[in-house]
């Protein structure tokens, strides 16, 4: 039997296995884009996004496996392929990276979903009560003694805003920051006599999936201040992964550096040159 040469102009083969790395990969992006639109503005139900959304997870594990065992095999037999496996690696990572870092903070933070500065008499959601009596949503009511023992332990700074301003002041600048940060207020109350609590009710969006998480602050009076209550909560899910607890920490940074007198040093006028020389003169 003759043998076979390869001619000169001949390659090899492209790798059948990184061609399929880089198709997986290619369709765990679009999986995972499109269920992130359904998911943030709502076009179908919760669940079957979600779905969606894990089995795109799902194949980007699957094509990091394929181009693996793709590498292996051009490592051996010379095949073609490399820049795909390259690419398939490269859309795997964008699409894993922060799904990989959710699930460190789902195993590093406690399971809560409900954050609030005052734990024995949380502001209370009203408007927003309506909006989570649906099917799978959590209770309006406040989540109880476990969560607040276990924010307690993973959020010790979590704590009530005391500041020396009036009940108007604080409330003006309150609503001022959730209009800033485009929160969807529901309800807004200015503070009104003879009790003077003012209260705002809103909707905040998590960053990339949108998922909604209701916000509701009660500012009271405190004394000849005022002081200024936080609550976020999931509206879904019995783990926040953290967001609810970075989003009260944030407010209450903020408020305390909008209540803040100015420390800036008051700088005094300086005297024109000529008029120094003068007085140096008088005195002589």
Not at 67 to 76: E, H, N, P
Not at 85 to 97: E, G, N, S
Not at 260 to 283: C, I, L
């Amino acid at each position: 039997m003759a043998r076979r040469f390869n001619s000169p102009y001949q390659t090899e083969p492209v790798s059948a296995l990184a061609t399929w790395a880089r198709y997986l990969a290619l369709f765990a992006l679009v999986a995972a884009v499109v269920s992130i639109i359904i998911i943030r503005f709502g076009f179908l139900e919760l669940k079957p996004a979600l779905a969606t959304f894990f089995g795109a997870l799902g194949c980007a594990a699957l094509s990091v496996l394929v181009a693996f065992a793709g590498f292996a095999a051009i490592w051996q037999n010379g095949s073609r392929g490399m820049l795909r496996i390259l690419f398939a690696l490269v859309l795997d990572i964008l699409i894993l990276a922060y799904p990989g870092y959710l699930a460190w903070q789902w195993r590093r933070l406690p399971a809560i979903h409900d954050i609030t500065t005052d734990p024995i008499d949380p502001p209370r959601y009203e408007a927003l009560a309506r909006l989570r009596a649906t099917d799978g949503a959590n209770p309006a009511a406040y989540a109880g003694l476990y969560s607040a023992e276990q924010q307690q332990l993973a959020y010790p700074d979590i704590e009530p805003v005391t500041l020396d301003v009036t009940v108007q002041q604080a409330f003006d600048a309150t609503l001022k920051l959730v209009n800033r940060r485009k929160w969807l207020i529901i309800d807004e109350r200015p503070p009104q006599p003879p009790r003077m609590i003012g209260k705002i009710e809103a909707v905040a969006r998590t960053p990339i999936m949108g998922f909604r998480e209701d916000v509701v602050i009660r500012v009271a009076p405190d004394g000849a201040g005022s002081r200024v209550d936080i609550r976020s909560s999931s509206r879904y899910f019995e783990h926040d992964l953290g967001t609810n607890a970075a989003r009260v920490a944030k407010l209450i940074d903020d408020l305390n550096e909008v209540a803040e007198p100015s420390t800036a040093p008051v700088k005094k006028p300086v005297a024109p040159a000529a008029a120094v020389q003068a007085k140096e003169r008088g005195k002589r």
